[in-house]
């Protein structure tokens, strides 16, 4: 295995999906940490990323915005 490989895998981010979904008043968007059952709700997709970047800390994460379609259009790498 090469080295950029072994330290790819050496580091564990943390990925954050923003997502829209059906809110009891509306479309809202979902911030939701990959692998576990943490979800909140946001009005709008603003939020939701000022939120994932607020859960990022130093920890290195990765955010993935989706589309309403549910397709993903941006990823990104945090820390």
């Not at 939701?32 to 997709?45: A, D, M, P, S």
């Not at 970047?53 to 990104?76: F, N, Q, W």
Request: charged share 25%; hydrophobic share 35%.
């Amino acid at each position: 295995m090469s080295t950029a490989t072994l330290e790819k895998k050496a580091v564990h981010r943390f990925v954050y999906h923003v997502r829209p979904c059906e809110g009891a008043d509306g479309m809202k968007w979902e911030l939701h940490q990959f692998r576990t059952t943490l979800h909140e709700q946001f009005h709008t997709q603003k939020e939701a990323v000022a939120a994932a970047h607020m859960k990022c800390g130093e920890r290195p994460s990765h955010i993935v915005m989706h589309a309403l379609d549910g397709h993903t259009y941006r990823e990104y790498d945090v820390n």
